[in-house]
């Protein structure tokens, strides 16, 4: 069941830090779970050099990843659209493979240093300034909006550098004969310059109207196509969180009690501006602080010891809520103008300056009396909303219709006539309705109200009042679809009349441009064709590189059609492109690294005693797939 993926290698920390964190879930947004414990949950799914993968651990991986991913698309995403997408079968093998590469590193000993590792991460081009300067405040700001800790940040880092030296032994056993390299240098590189001649049946211009035969004809063989949809009538009466919330009324009392319940909330945070740098050890941090404790100006030391530019001092505004790492709460104890001697983080030493401190401001009743309301509503429109949509439901169960729930409600009800599963009327026009609605209105039972049915945050309920069924429309409605099907036949006749004039002129010598102009085809001369290039169609460039020189060729592409007279080529000669021949060679060497760095890797889950217990998997996958198909039912 373990597959270890080619691009696998190209996961480790040097592709970036997304990336990695993309692939160290475990750590991301706290270990709240969405789906609950399950059945044999400290049973082995799989067993590395001893050390199990629990049942629990993979729950929590997909449930951390479920997480994540809805941070990261800023919208939903559950565990339902996990499994449907087969992220499962991804998830677990990543974290098979995952635990075989440390598994491998831990046996062979292999060890990344402390300070590798910070200045790693340290050249990492998302933590870096326009001049390449590591960016404190790009970092902490990204600490913060993954919700990692600098500790398991740095841990990660560490696990993947370790592992990544395993694909990188793999790249560097691995040769590429010059010979081979040659070879394919010389296809990949060969140019070709061809006359090119476009006809686009769809510009062609064709007069007249099909007769009657020719519209019989037509008519037979677009029967399929012809075919009117069911369409549909139905009255829908709504149900909105908008209608819920306009009938919700909240007393001045109530709403004066939640603000004194929660008066901090609502006051703005103290803003501290903020100067630092950053030193690699504690003896340069000293002897930069003791400089400053004797006067000499905070922006010259920075140059002179830190070497940081005035742009690369400045962390900019900093509140308690967002200020992260071991040196915030000294920044908000130090006083206006204060230098905090050197605090120790997990990359250095930092000296910090407070430059300007603006106080929290407290409001007052009367600035937040609007918001406060405003979300008291929305957060019980919802209740509300639900609830009202029982009662309405079991209104509608005990036999009333939606004209009589209506009027005593005052709910809004519309009229729907004649629209088809598309939301199209019988004109062709669209219908503003939603796919819910549409849904429902093809699925239930005519002259019956619908349950109530949730639609995103509203509810609805519906009764189809009639049916019209699918039919083969007559030919007097079908002219449009006959004369489209007669014009487009023609045009493909007279493009084909134009590429046979091209071919014969084209043949007798001919001038390009003077066919161009005779038969209205678009020219041009195309120069350093390569057998890898865009500038064509892939089979029309196959037909380039594989036919004799100065041979026409036709060749139909999606909806035009070309016409081809290679003139000349040019050959490649890789002795006089040395740098681009040693591209080529790593390239390839890279690709069959790869092949490698997976040989190798199976070769370690062998030996280190890999074993994927099949059973408990499979229930662990069953139980996550149940699980989301009953949460669906209810």
């Known amino acids: 069941m373990l597959k270890f993926f080619r691009d696998q290698k190209n996961s480790w920390l040097m592709k970036g830090i997304l990336i990695l964190t993309a692939l160290s879930f475990v750590s991301l947004f706290g270990s709240g779970r969405f789906l ?36 990261m698309m800023q919208k939903p995403f559950t565990v339902q659209d996990a499994v449907q997408s087969g992220m499962l079968i991804s998830l677990f093998n990543q974290m098979v493979s995952r635990s075989v590469m440390q598994a491998a590193a831990d046996d062979l000993n292999l060890t990344v240093s402390d300070e590798t590792v910070r200045k790693t991460i340290g050249q990492m081009p998302m933590f870096t300034d326009y001049d390449g300067s590591f960016s404190m405040a790009a970092y902490k700001q990204y600490l913060s909006d993954m919700g990692l800790s600098e500790k398991r940040f740095v841990d990660d880092a560490f696990l993947d550098m370790r592992a990544q030296q395993l694909t990188d032994a793999a790249q560097a056993a691995t040769i590429t004969p010059a010979g081979i390299a040659e070879m394919v240098y010389r296809l990949q590189n060969e140019k070709r310059t061809a006359d090119v001649f476009t006809v686009t049946p769809a510009d062609l211009k064709i007069k007249g109207v099909p007769g009657k035969a020719d519209q ?17 009538t139905f009255t829908v009466m709504f149900l909105t969180l908008e209608d819920v919330s306009k009938k919700i009324k909240i007393s001045e009392e109530e ?17 501290r501006d903020v100067d630092q740098m950053l030193f690699a050890t504690k003896q340069e941090a000293d002897e930069a602080y003791a400089a400053l404790q004797k006067g000499q100006d905070f922006m010259a030391v ?59 401001v407290e409001k007052q009743f009367k600035d937040v009396r609007d918001e406060i309301e405003q979300k008291l509503i929305a957060s019980m429109a919802y209740d509300t909303l639900t609830e009202t949509a029982v009662a309405l439901d079991d209104r509608f169960g005990a036999g009333e219709t939606i004209e009589d729930v ?38 239930s039972d005519p002259g019956r109200e619908s349950p109530m049915t949730e639609d995103g945050s509203d509810f609805f309920v519906l009764r189809v009042d009639d049916v019209k069924e699918p039919a083969l429309k007559p030919i007097e409605k079908s002219q449009k679809e006959i004369k489209a099907a007669w014009t487009a036949e023609k045009q493909k006749e007279k493009a084909q009349e134009i590429t046979k004039t091209i ?46 020189l100065k041979e026409i060729i036709t060749v139909p592409a999606q909806s035009e059609y070309l016409v081809i007279k290679t003139i000349k080529t040019a050959p490649a000669d890789p002795k006089k492109d040395q740098i681009g021949l040693a591209e080529l060679r790593r390239l390839m060497r890279e690709q069959t690294a790869g092949e490698k760095s997976d040989a190798i890797l199976a070769d370690f889950a062998d030996y280190l005693g890999l074993t994927i217990n099949e059973e408990t998997t499979q229930k662990a996958f069953s139980y996550i797939t149940k699980s989301t198909q009953e949460e669906t039912d209810e």
């Open 216 to 232: 019989e004809r037509l008519y037979k063989e677009l029967s399929d196509e012809l075919i009117a949809p069911e369409y549909r």
């Open 503 to 548: 071919e014969r002129d084209l043949n007798k010598g001919i001038d390009p441009k003077t066919i161009a102009r005779k038969t209205g085809a678009k020219y041009k001369r195309i120069d350093g064709l390569t057998r890898r290039g865009a500038q064509l169609p892939a089979s029309a460039t196959y037909q380039i590189f594989n036919r004799p």
């Open 406 to 443: 209506a009027a005593s409600t005052g709910y809004p009800v519309r009229k729907y006539t004649l629209v088809d599963p598309a939301g199209t009327d019988e004109n062709g026009k669209k219908i503003n309705i939603s796919k819910m609605i549409l849904a429902t209105a093809f699925t």
């Open 302 to 360: 920075a140059k002179k010891y830190a070497n940081q530019t005035e742009e690369q001092t400045k962390l900019g505004d900093l509140t308690p809520s967002t200020a992260t790492g071991d040196w915030a709460d000294v920044v908000f104890s130090a006083k206006k103008g204060e230098i905090v001697a050197p605090v120790q983080t997990a990359f250095g030493w930092q000296i910090l300056r407070v430059n300007k401190i603006t106080p929290k």
């Open 36 to 71: 609950e414990k399950i059945p044999d949950e400290g049973k082995a799914v799989a067993k590395v050099a001893g050390k199990k993968i629990t049942v629990a651990q993979f729950v929590d991986e997909v449930n951390h990843n479920v997480r994540s991913l809805s941070k």
């Open 255 to 271: 709403l004066q009690e939640v603000f004194n319940e929660n008066k901090d909330s609502y006051a703005i945070e103290e803003i």
